[in-house]
């Protein structure tokens, strides 16, 4: 008589949001202290928003935290239905004393009361019965109780002596997130944006959404691509938000029998082929169209299709699958804690899995490192001379005594002169240091990652990634301009670090006091530490930069040559090192030695003697005169030069 | 070039439409052009004299997209028709997986017809390729001329078509069995996915 729990409908599976909150609230508490907290617990709401859900879920709560309990779920219906039985039988009191030992009766679609004075009283017995004995009673309905036509006044005052809460439409947030946790639950997985398509379809209800759902997991089983967004419009008949996209040809063949005659010779070429093509062939085929779809590699089904006849290729594909599972789990693990790592590609190879494990694991303890300085800019690479060896000095201070004797240090110099190759350095040489976490990182990826943790809602797990660093190096702190919760964050790792005398270090094109948009909190701090100039390329330092680059290239280092380069009028290392790679190239170009001579004629004028051949053309002449004249004659688009044909004139 | 790419999953069909000048080879090309819908049509090559008769040969590429994860295209060529344009008929038709012989229903053309099946023939051969293993269907074009000037499709066949491929008649101008014969030779070729012989 009375229906059992639905196993499915439980507070784990009810997705909780800003209209349904409270009602969730309230029949948690009451299945935690049935027949004490809220008794009666009327909840109310428009079809399809999770009355039954929550009224079943109270049921489970109630049963796991007391098994003993008589827990009875069932619609009003049932209750009449069962009444009615009972006194056709001449069982009225037996029926009674039944619900009456109920410990927790949850009452469905009490909305039906409606005209039936006999039940009303019935009801309001039981009700007062049940609430006598400490027994909870919990009841739906698509109404409050005021508004349930030609309701008994005691029934009405006796429901709302309790707690009356209603459920609303769920939020698009909400929507989002019901839409999620139920296409996983069927184990069905949409590009990104199609389930926010969805969602931002005002359905009057979650059953509704539901079914938009459905269709669309119908729709891509027995589609050959997963679908997008624009073909999500079309499933649930949506208005275009773009010209009609291509559908896929699957898509489209539903409709081609009764359309044009190409429709109709691509839906026939379609049968041929789906006949044709031996069918574990087009089994491969299509699971690798959907995989590299989603973007993971599939290299493995592939290699398949390349053999004649492979055996176990279902087995094959089960086991593909069966490793894109793993990683989309391990992705999505991922994803929580560290957006960014989750797009690491290890996560889209399925020959990788035993790696995305251990990634996954190093990013699980908590152990992802912050951003770590680049192994392309050592210390012994940077070349000193009088301009930067203030800076330089600074560094090696701040390597020997990291936080204790500069800090923050701020590197300040015009682009191209070494900041960040500095900045590097120093965070490789403290990244040797026993126990270091260094965090170097540009300001703007510094900015884009807090951005991705407030998405993500992981801005507790982001600052205490950083938190435990022991050195934070920042390039180009100018970027922080107008990012102010940005420089609120770096405020209070700024402050972190600084009371642990852990190192500081930025870079910066000018002094911090003349930057725009950065906060006067941040300044000061910066101007608090040492603020070391890079100058422009002293003629020691291009000589040795010249040096370097010279040897690098293997070209011999005149001494003219060396004087010549020296004294050009450069404001950067980064011009010095493009000038010297334009002589180079010059010379190999005209097969010459590098010579202070011909780096003159490269650079002052008397241009270097074209050649027809040479990395700078293509080798191909095009003559103006002869040739096709008539455009109608023009060939604009070959064909791929396979398929080319070349008249043979006679 | 083969018929289908499994490594790059790939089905590519090359197929050549046949016949005498003035039958109406490039017509049914540019038929098919103008249903094709525009995404799914790459740019039609045709180079043809003041006069419109094919100089060297018309191409038109179509792509039909994902067919049971294949992505299938379809490339149409046609032969320039007139006896002297015999190298680059025969260049055409190198790697074709199928050929359309697009016949000239009037009376009067009946050896024109004969001569390029012929030479039709004995191109394929130069290929080494017999005739009999090569997908082949005819097309009987300028059905709508009138009677008294045509001959009919059964005399036609009669005629030409001694190996008995399917036939279709047409009218090529307003798109009578441009298609159907379209759709008969694609069923021809495909069906070699099957057997897995691709033409070469």
Not at chain 1, 276 to 292: D, G, I, L, Q
Request: aromatic content about 6%; some cysteine.
């Amino acid at each position: 008589m009375t229906t059992a729990l639905n196993p499915r409908f439980t507070f784990e599976t009810f997705v909780v949001g800003a209209a349904n909150r409270l009602a969730v609230t309230a029949g948690r508490t009451v299945a935690e202290n049935p027949g004490s907290a809220y008794n009666p617990l009327f909840i109310y709401s428009g079809s399809g928003l999770g009355k039954t859900h929550v009224l079943m879920a109270i049921g489970h709560a109630a049963k796991v935290l007391a098994a003993q309990l008589n827990i009875e779920y069932l619609t009003l219906d049932e209750y009449v239905e069962a009444f009615h039985a009972a006194i056709a039988a001449g069982q009225g009191d037996a029926f009674r004393r039944r619900f009456q030992n109920v410990d927790v009766l949850l009452v469905d679609d009490v909305q039906f009361l409606t005209n039936r004075k006999e039940m009303q009283a019935e009801l309001l017995r039981l009700t007062e019965a049940l609430q006598q004995s400490g027994h909870q009673i919990v009841l739906a309905s698509d109404r409050p109780p005021a508004e349930i036509a030609d309701l008994d006044e005691r029934l009405i005052s006796r429901f709302s002596g309790g707690l009356v809460v209603d459920i609303g439409v769920p939020d698009y947030e909400t929507r989002v997130a019901i839409l999620r946790r139920k296409a996983e639950e069927r184990g069905s997985s949409f590009q990104p944006g199609v389930l926010e398509t969805v969602a931002k379809t005002e359905y009057p209800n979650v059953r509704e959404l539901m079914g938009g759902l459905n269709r669309l997991i119908a729709f891509q089983a027995v589609s050959d691509m997963p679908i997008n967004e624009e073909a999500v419009r079309k499933v649930l008949g949506m208005p275009s938000a773009a010209s009609p996209a291509a559908v896929s040809s699957t898509a489209a063949s539903p409709t081609a029998a009764s359309a044009d005659e190409f429709s109709q010779f691509l839906s026939d070429v379609t049968v041929t082929v789906g006949k044709a093509v031996e069918a574990w062939r087009a089994r491969v085929a299509e699971a690798v169209m959907r995989w590299e779809g989603e973007g993971y590699r599939t290299g493995r089904l592939s290699k398949l299709l390349d053999q004649e006849t492979p055996a176990a290729v279902d087995e094959a594909i089960t086991a593909y699958v069966q490793d894109v599972e793993k990683l989309k789990s391990l992705e999505a693990e991922v994803a929580v804690l560290d957006p960014q790592a989750a797009g690491d590609k290890v996560f889209r190879d399925p020959d990788r899995v035993a790696e995305a494990e251990a990634t996954a694991a190093k990013i699980r303890d908590g152990a992802a490192p912050p951003p770590a300085p680049s192994g392309a800019f050592p210390l012994d690479s940077f070349v000193a001379g009088p301009s930067n060896d203030v800076a330089l000095n600074a560094a090696r201070d701040v390597i020997g005594k990291p936080g204790k004797k500069y800090n923050p240090l701020v590197i300040v110099g015009r682009s191209g002169l070494g900041k960040t190759h500095l900045l590097n350095a120093i965070g490789l040489e403290l990244a040797k240091k026993k126990n270091a976490i260094v965090a170097c990182l540009s300001t703007q990826q510094f900015v884009d990652e807090l951005i991705a943790a407030i998405d993500g809602n992981r801005v507790d797990w982001w600052r205490a990634r950083y938190r435990r660093a022991s050195a934070l190096l920042l390039d180009d702190i100018q970027l922080l301009a107008g990012k102010e919760r940005t420089q609120e964050e770096l405020f209070n790792l700024f402050n972190q670090f600084l009371d642990g005398d852990r190192q500081l270090i930025f870079t910066a094109p000018a002094h911090p006091n003349t930057l725009e948009g950065l906060e006067e909190r941040i300044v000061s701090r910066l101007e608090g530490g040492l603020v070391a100039e890079i100058s422009d390329p002293d003629k020691e330092l291009r000589r040795n930069v010249l040096e370097r680059v010279l040897d690098h290239q293997r070209v011999p280092k005149e001494p003219a040559l060396l004087d010549y380069l020296a004294d050009r009028p450069i404001d950067s290392v980064r011009s010095l090192t493009g000038i010297v790679q334009r002589v180079v190239e010059a010379a190999a170009a005209q097969d010459e030695p590098v010579t202070a001579g011909l780096a003159r004629d490269v650079l002052e004028g008397a241009p270097a003697p074209r050649r027809t051949t040479g990395l700078r053309t293509s080798g191909i002449v095009v003559s103006s005169a002869g040739g096709v004249r008539s455009r109608e004659k023009m060939v604009w688009d070959w064909p791929a030069s396979s398929d080319r044909v070349i008249e043979d004139l006679r | 070039m083969s018929l289908v790419n499994f490594t790059t999953r790939e089905i590519t069909c090359k197929i050549v439409y046949y016949g005498p000048g003035r039958s109406g080879k490039t017509t049914n090309l540019h038929y098919v052009y103008g249903r094709v819908p525009e995404t799914r049509r790459g740019r039609m090559v045709s180079l043809a004299t003041q006069t419109d008769r094919t100089l060297f040969f018309d191409f038109l590429p179509i792509d039909l997209g994902q067919i049971s994860g294949f992505s299938t295209r379809f490339q149409l060529y046609t032969v320039p028709g007139q006896v002297y344009y015999d190298a680059t008929r025969r260049l055409v038709l190198q790697g074709a997986d199928g050929v359309v012989f697009v016949g000239d229903s009037q009376a009067r053309q009946l050896d024109e017809n004969i001569e390029s099946l012929q030479n039709l023939q004995s191109n394929l051969l130069e290929h080494g390729v017999d005739v009999r293993t090569m997908p082949l269907v005819m097309q009987y074009n300028k059905q709508d001329l009138p009677a008294e000037l045509i001959l009919t499709p059964a005399e036609l066949d009669d005629a030409l078509n001694f190996r008995s491929v399917p036939s279709f008649p047409a009218d090529a101008l307003h798109g009578r069995g441009v298609f159907e014969t379209l759709k008969g030779i694609s069923e021809l070729v495909l069906k070699r996915l099957a057997t897995g012989s691709p033409a070469s």
